[in-house]
């Protein structure tokens, strides 16, 4: 496609379950980032990626929280034992060059997560 | 760390009003600034940016000047369409580690009624 998808676009879940959450990138683009948002919030980063390595996940907010890009196209991000502060919209992001200063990153439309 | 500051909403206009959102940043080196739009129900999307100091972005009547003397990028508008109703951040990219980071602001909601 020609932007970045992510599926499912709302998710509900109960307190502790696990959640998957799925962006497929702009097909070419070597950087994906993912993003939290709450509400009335800007993005927060979560975590990076540069084809399939995970070269910074200092966003991570706990040990509950996992993404993975293992063939350097899509990912999945994975919340394990859901919290109610888990509670928001997550972003996905992709980019063509992480190092260029010009670099732009293109945003899915988010997946909208409600814990119970 | 980087930081961006921006003006808190709601902004209320009327339709054909001049806008101003005003934007502030905090950096080390030489960042790249943006603006992105997220109309109600979608994702984020670019509005304009601008990467060294002086330059301006445009886009859809909206621009914003990299002033780095006063480290701001405020946006501006001069008649503001009801379908400009949004959420509009303001952000800083800079290097990370060798990749760029993206620093979001808080967003400003502007309302704009006919």
């Known amino acids: 496609g020609a932007g970045v998808s992510q599926s499912p676009r709302y998710k509900v879940a109960k307190r502790g379950q696990d959640v998957a959450l799925r962006c497929d990138p702009i097909?070419?683009?070597?950087?994906l980032f993912w993003y939290q948002q709450a509400l009335g919030q800007g993005p927060e980063f979560l975590t990076y990626?540069?084809?399939?390595?995970?070269?910074?996940k200092s966003g991570l907010p706990s040990d509950r929280f996992f993404a993975e890009r293992p063939e350097g196209s899509v990912s999945t991000l994975k919340i394990q034992r859901t919290q109610q502060e888990d509670s928001a919209v997550y972003l996905c992001?992709?980019?063509?060059?992480?190092?260029?200063?010009?670099?732009?990153?293109?945003f899915g439309p988010g997946t909208r997560l409600t814990v119970l | 760390g980087n930081s961006v500051t921006q003006m808190e909403g709601p902004v209320t206009l009327s339709e054909e009003a001049f806008l101003t959102i005003n934007c502030t940043y905090t950096?080390?080196?030489?960042?790249?600034l943006f603006w992105y739009v997220q109309y109600p129900g979608e994702g984020l999307q670019l509005l304009l940016k601008a990467t060294k100091a002086d330059d301006k972005g445009s886009n859809k009547g909206f621009e914003a000047t990299y002033r780095k003397e006063t480290t701001s990028f405020h946006l501006e508008k001069g008649s503001v369409q009801v379908s400009d109703s949004a959420v509009y951040f303001c952000?800083?990219?800079?290097?990370?580690?060798?990749?760029?980071?993206?620093?979001f602001g808080t967003g400003t909601k502007l309302q704009v009624i006919p």
């Open positions: 952000a800083l990219s800079a290097n990370s580690g060798g990749y760029q980071k993206v620093t």
């Open positions: 992001a992709s980019s063509l060059d992480p190092a260029g200063v010009t670099d732009t990153q293109y």
């Open positions: 097909s070419g683009h070597v950087s």
């Open positions: 950096a080390t080196g030489y960042p790249s």
């Open positions: 990626f540069q084809n399939e390595a995970q070269l910074d």
